[in-house]
């Protein structure tokens, strides 16, 4: 005994009908610069406690990043010392006699630099968008302390980003400090 199969008839409907959706779905890449582009978004200054209990002034640095290639952020080096951890680099300005001039070495707000942690996109569209918030801690203020930042990011390619400044922040006075 022998089956013969019966040839199949395609319809072109259901396909006409996919194409315009498959196509829909394949909007334009969009394309950005290599290096890490970064702005600033605002600075607040808040009262907390450090984790002995002590009333302390706390301080949240928040900007936005683009970056183009998509390779912002490092992965967890597994050799601390042959290893690059820093890739958010903050410089301290202080306020003195209405100048603003960069703080000394030793100033306890200088901060020693910050590592972003290793971020990915998948598909075809590599570019990463998002906030960055970086929390300070300042066990000692007085109502002279006026700072400002200045700071800047480097992806995983050495690429470097623009460079940001916040807004002056007045340590003393809790509030959110914008442009």
Do not use: W
Request: proline share 8%; hydrophobic share 35%.
């Amino acid at each position: 005994m022998m089956y013969y199969l019966k040839p199949m008839k395609i319809k072109a409907v259901p396909i006409i009908l996919l194409f315009p959706l498959a196509m829909a779905s394949c909007g334009k890449i969009e394309s950005l610069p290599p290096e890490p582009n970064i702005e600033y978004t605002n600075f607040t200054v808040f009262d907390t406690t450090d984790l002995l209990g002590n009333t302390i002034m706390g301080g949240r640095l928040k900007f936005h990043f683009e970056d183009g290639d998509g390779d912002l952020g490092l992965t967890v080096p597994e050799d601390v010392e042959e290893a690059d951890t820093i890739n958010l680099f903050i410089a301290l300005y202080r306020m003195n006699d209405g100048q603003v001039s960069p703080a000394p070495d030793d100033d306890p707000y200088k901060p020693t630099g910050f590592r972003i942690p290793y971020m990915d996109r998948t598909g075809q569209n590599k570019i990463l968008r998002g906030t960055i918030s970086v929390e300070f801690s300042y066990l000692f203020y007085s109502e002279e302390d006026t700072i400002r930042y200045e700071f800047y990011v480097r992806d995983r390619a050495g690429n470097l980003s623009n460079t940001a400044a916040t807004s002056l922040i007045p340590v003393f006075y809790p509030g959110v400090y914008e442009e």
